[in-house]
């Protein structure tokens, strides 16, 4: 059996950066998806292939479907079956839920709950000539538990639980499985902005008193992308620390 494939999407930095080490460091062929930061891809890229892992770098707006499926085949036409879609990019924004314009919810909408959408779709169509895969999309604690001046956000993150929990159910008899990821607070770029007393109220609520790390987040999109889930399906994993959901 030849070496097997995952897509990352966002794999230029934060939680997806340190997955596509992780799949690179597993032997898995990694296919490095970006939308705005190809110096970082690049340099990932560079890595991986240092380490003797084949990679392709495609640059892709997972809000455009049209995008979307340009990548999954180019991933196609490079590696032939792929084996796990790890649905990871994403943006945030804290604004009070009265200030929010109309563009900064079609955005948020368009890129954390459309854009994993698309990605599914494309996986799930190729998956399905296999009759084998796994998905696993990367919501928020959020998703669950809902976050104050992160309304919109939360809403789409909490339909990224509503998708996988459904569509495992439909893809489970074609034995592809679609899991979830729901972290809590991860030391990535998108919290960099976070002032020191924010962090030490993050860790005053996280019963580990402490932020996660990425490469936490990563270990545990492995195991779900691995074989050694391979009866778990349609469920949302919070890697947060101890925070109840």
């Given at each position: ?129 296999y009759h084998e895969g796994s ?84 270990e545990s999109i492995y195991f ?22």
């Amino acid at each position: 059996m030849g070496k097997k494939t995952v897509i990352i999407t966002g794999a230029s930095k934060g939680i997806g950066y340190e997955t596509a080490l992780l799949f690179g460091e597993k032997s898995w062929n990694v296919v490095i998806n970006y939308n705005n930061s190809e110096g970082n891809a690049a340099k990932l890229a560079k890595i991986l292939s240092e380490m003797g892992v084949e990679t392709l770098v495609l640059k892709a707006d997972i809000s455009k479907h049209e995008e979307v499926k340009f990548m999954f085949k180019e991933a196609e036409k490079k590696f032939g079956q792929i084996h796990s879609v790890v649905c990871n990019a994403g943006i945030s924004q804290q604004s009070l839920f009265t200030d929010l314009t109309d563009e900064d919810i079609d955005t948020m909408i368009d890129v954390n709950l459309k854009g994993v959408i698309y990605c599914c779709q494309e996986a799930a169509r190729q998956m399905l000539c296999y009759h084998e895969g796994s998905i696993v999309n990367i919501s928020s604690i959020y998703g669950t538990n809902g976050g104050s001046c992160e309304v919109h956000y939360s809403a789409a993150k909490a339909g990224v639980i509503g998708l996988t929990k459904g569509l495992a159910k439909e893809l489970g008899p074609s034995s592809i499985r679609v899991n979830c990821i729901a972290p809590g607070a991860i030391e990535t770029p998108m919290n960099a902005h976070l002032t020191q007393e924010a962090i030490d109220i993050l860790n005053d609520e996280t019963p580990l008193c402490r932020m996660g790390k990425a490469r936490e987040i990563a270990e545990s999109i492995y195991f779900l992308a691995s074989d050694q889930s391979s009866f778990i399906t349609g469920q949302v994993l919070g890697v947060n620390g101890g925070i109840e959901i």
